[in-house]
């Protein structure tokens, strides 16, 4: 979705400002937040592309003021009830109102350890070869779905190069949607600057960006 | 994790009235209903906050300045040589390594979210989650380079990486002059975080030196 999210190349949010000595966590909630959502991670249902595009859905203005664990809290509140695990009326009053809906898994904590070291590989076998071979210039498509997507609006309609190929990856554009996993192709592609942002660029400056094959078209196409 | 004014600077206030209260109130909630374990919800905050940080990736940096073979592998296949130290889990599962060079240098932002590799450098710090960095890391890197007072040799192409899949990117920030002889553990200590994103460059001796007195 063209959303407030896909930031790359806007202007007008003023100085980057690092903190000296920043804590990990700022305030207890944050980090309660930071638990809540990772152990929750254990028991639902929901995809890391689910998560990431219900952070994408909160309302613009609110995107824009909400720090980050903040918006962890409100992705979080949506896949809650999307998935039945809480009603409205129980997020309003913090009180259990309906049977919690049946899971399996709960993260204990004798389990913590290995759930932090797990790893939850998005690399699947490959099912087909690559259409892009490293060295072709391809063109990153103009498209404009309104659902989950990873294909940055910068790069849409741009001629890049394929430095790389990480093999075959979970699609998160069907992914996000409970459409499956489909994987694609997953390329390493560098537009240059100028490319990107027009003449006056710097030289030697390139954007590489991860792009999945659906993504991807030949540079004689317009689309 | 004292609440202070100061957070409001970094974008880290907050937007929602009550955001303590709504936390604790979904908190009991989700344990209620029996999908958390409070106790589970500690270990992993302590982790993340004590455990899992910098320090794992600039012991990586470290043994590639001083081990060949290891700094071969890591460059080859990032993942398994930073499994090899240990430091494997959630957000690191394709590992890519980014060599800085004098003719090179690499910078790494998400512009769609936060990507950020956890089992390295742990939780992203706030700038490299705000709109300032995910705005400008691509459509003007140099500029950024130099707000964050970064000087990089002249000539230096720049390359940034958006993560925008599941590959996470650890740069390898160049091994500073007059460190012959240095352990491992020594040099460490010369890499700082932002080192291993791109934003900055390793201490020179004299600079971790005047940190260590200040």
Same mark, same amino acid.
């Given at each position: 979705?063209?959303?407030?999210?896909?930031?790359?190349?806007?202007?007008?949010?003023?100085?980057?400002?690092?903190?000296?000595?920043? /804590?990990?966590?700022?305030?207890?909630?944050?980090?309660?937040?930071?638990?809540?959502?990772?152990?929750?991670?254990?028991?639902?249902?929901?995809?890391?592309?689910?998560?990431? #595009?219900?952070?994408?859905?909160?309302? /613009?203005?609110?995107?824009?003021?909400?720090?980050?664990?903040?918006?962890?809290? *409100?992705?979080?509140?949506?896949?809650?009830?999307? &998935?039945?695990?809480?009603?409205?009326?129980?997020?309003?009053?913090?009180?259990?109102?309906?049977?919690?809906?049946?899971?399996?898994?709960?993260?204990?904590?004798?389990?913590?350890?290995?759930?932090?070291?797990?790893?939850?590989?998005?690399?699947?076998?490959?099912?087909?070869?690559?259409?892009?071979?490293?060295?072709?210039?391809?063109?990153?498509?103009?498209?404009?779905?309104?659902?989950?997507?990873?294909?940055?609006?910068?790069?849409?309609?741009?001629?890049?190069?394929?430095? &790389?190929?990480?093999?075959?990856?979970?699609?998160?554009?069907?992914?996000?949607?409970?459409?499956?996993?489909?994987?694609?192709?997953?390329?390493?592609?560098?537009?240059?600057?100028?490319?990107?942002? &027009?003449?006056?660029?710097?030289?030697?400056?390139?954007?590489?960006?991860?792009?999945? %094959?659906?993504?991807?078209?030949?540079?004689?196409?317009?689309? | 994790?004292?609440?202070?004014?100061? #957070?409001?600077?970094?974008?880290?206030?907050?937007?929602?009235?009550?955001?303590?209260?709504?936390?604790?109130?979904?908190?009991?909630?989700?344990?209620?209903?029996?999908?958390?374990?409070?106790?589970?919800?500690? *270990?992993?905050?302590?982790?993340?906050?004590?455990?899992?940080?910098?320090?794992?990736?600039?012991?990586?940096?470290?043994?590639?300045?001083?081990?060949?073979?290891?700094?071969?592998? *890591?460059?080859?296949?990032?993942?398994?040589?930073?499994?090899?130290?240990?430091?494997?889990?959630?957000?690191?599962?394709?590992?890519?390594?980014?060599?800085?060079?004098?003719?090179?240098?690499?910078?790494?932002?998400?512009?769609?979210?936060?990507?950020?590799?956890?089992?390295?450098?742990?939780?992203?710090?706030?700038?490299?989650?705000?709109?300032?960095?995910?705005?400008?890391?691509?459509?003007?890197?140099?500029?950024?380079? %130099?707000?964050?007072?970064?000087?990089?040799?002249?000539?230096?192409?720049?390359?940034?990486?958006?993560?925008?899949?599941?590959?996470?990117?650890?740069?390898? /920030?160049?091994?500073?002059?007059?460190?012959?002889?240095?352990?491992?553990?020594?040099?460490?200590?010369?890499?700082?975080?932002?080192?291993?994103?791109?934003?900055?460059?390793?201490?020179?001796?004299?600079?971790?030196?005047?940190?260590?007195?200040?």
């Amino acid at each position: 979705m063209n959303g407030v999210h896909d930031m790359g190349g806007m202007h007008g949010f003023g100085p980057i400002d690092p903190e000296p000595d920043e /804590p990990v966590f700022h305030t207890q909630w944050e980090a309660r937040v930071y638990g809540l959502a990772s152990a929750f991670g254990a028991v639902g249902d929901w995809t890391l592309d689910a998560d990431r #595009h219900a952070t994408e859905t909160i309302a /613009p203005h609110i995107y824009l003021n909400a720090s980050y664990y903040e918006k962890w809290f *409100l992705s979080m509140h949506t896949l809650l009830l999307a &998935g039945g695990y809480v009603s409205e009326e129980e997020l309003a009053s913090g009180k259990m109102a309906t049977p919690a809906r049946p899971v399996e898994g709960v993260l204990r904590p004798a389990g913590v350890e290995d759930y932090v070291h797990d790893a939850s590989l998005s690399s699947r076998p490959a099912g087909s070869d690559p259409a892009y071979a490293v060295g072709q210039q391809v063109r990153a498509r103009n498209t404009n779905p309104p659902g989950h997507t990873r294909l940055p609006r910068y790069a849409r309609g741009r001629i890049g190069t394929v430095e &790389g190929i990480h093999g075959c990856h979970i699609f998160p554009d069907s992914n996000a949607h409970g459409r499956g996993e489909q994987p694609q192709w997953l390329y390493s592609v560098r537009f240059t600057a100028q490319e990107l942002w &027009g003449a006056g660029q710097p030289r030697r400056t390139d954007i590489y960006i991860d792009l999945w %094959e659906p993504y991807l078209g030949q540079v004689d196409t317009d689309d | 994790m004292a609440e202070t004014d100061h #957070h409001h600077d970094h974008g880290e206030g907050s937007e929602l009235p009550d955001i303590a209260l709504r936390v604790k109130s979904l908190e009991s909630l989700l344990i209620e209903k029996g999908y958390v374990d409070p106790e589970a919800l500690d *270990l992993l905050i302590e982790t993340y906050e004590h455990k899992v940080g910098p320090r794992n990736g600039a012991a990586v940096v470290a043994r590639a300045w001083t081990d060949p073979g290891f700094k071969k592998h *890591l460059m080859e296949d990032a993942g398994a040589a930073i499994a090899s130290l240990g430091f494997v889990g959630r957000q690191g599962e394709h590992m890519v390594a980014l060599e800085n060079t004098p003719e090179t240098h690499n910078m790494v932002v998400c512009t769609l979210c936060s990507c950020y590799p956890w089992p390295v450098l742990g939780l992203p710090p706030v700038w490299y989650k705000s709109a300032p960095y995910r705005s400008r890391a691509v459509g003007d890197p140099r500029g950024v380079l %130099e707000e964050f007072g970064t000087q990089i040799p002249e000539g230096s192409a720049v390359r940034v990486w958006d993560s925008t899949a599941e590959i996470r990117y650890l740069v390898i /920030p160049m091994r500073p002059e007059g460190t012959d002889g240095w352990s491992a553990e020594q040099l460490a200590e010369l890499v700082t975080r932002n080192s291993m994103i791109g934003t900055g460059v390793a201490l020179t001796p004299e600079q971790l030196e005047a940190s260590q007195q200040a």
